[in-house]
């Protein structure tokens, strides 16, 4: 073998550079772990009748959905909408397996969808317990009294197997980045505690987490949670 010559098997193949990049705030950290934990919660008291909890922490996951939805539209660059949710040949190109996940971060197109689904799913369930009613057990809606009795069966009714269908959504969620993890070998779970990740060189930080614009989105989504806790009263 000549100094020129190489044995095939002892070339290597050129490793891409990455660097430690912030991806998610913290009102998206935050409202992301608060909706693993309250969505079992929830669950957990119905199925023991402790209705008493069960509409409170309703009102906070309620809060928490207001807020992602309005964090969606004034938050950081990886938090809003408009920079993940895109139209059907973004979403084409990514099954199709053209998309440079090193080079991006944030939601992928596919991830964007599971989001919408899990935030519009999460809002109707919510939504129809708002309205919801059963006098035998106690379990009234604060808004019951603004629908008919037969809207209010059938919302309650809905109400009652719905949630098997958002845990259904949440199932698939988990199943998805399980599988995103073992084949496109990202990381997602660990830069949705930290906040960071690896991403090329080319990749720049998340905007900061402007904290008054953030405090103020909550105090408006807690606001507009306890106005419809006290029944949503009109103005005197």
């Avoid at 073998?1 to 290597?12: A, G, I, N, R």
């Avoid at 919660?41 to 402790?50: E, F, I, R």
Wanted: glycine share 12%; proline share 6%.
């Amino acid at each position: 073998m000549t100094s020129d010559q190489v044995e095939p098997s002892l070339v290597q193949e050129p490793i891409a550079k990455t660097h430690s990049v912030r991806i998610w705030d913290w009102p998206v950290r935050l409202t992301h772990w608060s909706f693993a934990l309250l969505l079992p919660a929830m669950w957990v008291t119905a199925d023991s009748s402790q209705w008493g909890w069960h509409m409170r922490l309703g009102h906070v996951l309620l809060a928490l959905i207001i807020f992602r939805i309005l964090w969606g539209l004034i938050g950081t660059d990886t938090a809003r909408f408009s920079s993940f949710v895109k139209g059907p040949g973004a979403l084409l190109k990514y099954l199709r397996g053209g998309y440079p996940h090193k080079q991006h971060k944030g939601h992928t197109p596919l991830g964007a969808l599971a989001v919408l689904a899990l935030l519009g799913l999460t809002l109707a369930q919510v939504s129809m317990g708002l309205f919801a009613g059963d006098p035998f057990d106690g379990a009234t809606g604060p808004l019951n009294s603004l629908v008919g009795v037969g809207t209010a069966d059938f919302l309650t009714d809905t109400h009652e197997w719905f949630y098997w269908v958002v845990f259904g959504m949440v199932g698939l969620h988990i199943t998805a980045v399980g599988l995103y993890g073992a084949f496109q070998a990202q990381n997602l779970i660990g830069p949705m505690v930290g906040g960071t990740g690896e991403k090329a060189l080319s990749v720049a930080d998340n905007s900061p987490a402007p904290w008054r614009r953030a405090l103020g989105a909550l105090a408006v989504s807690a606001g507009l949670a306890f106005w419809v806790y006290l029944g949503a009263p009109r103005p005197i």
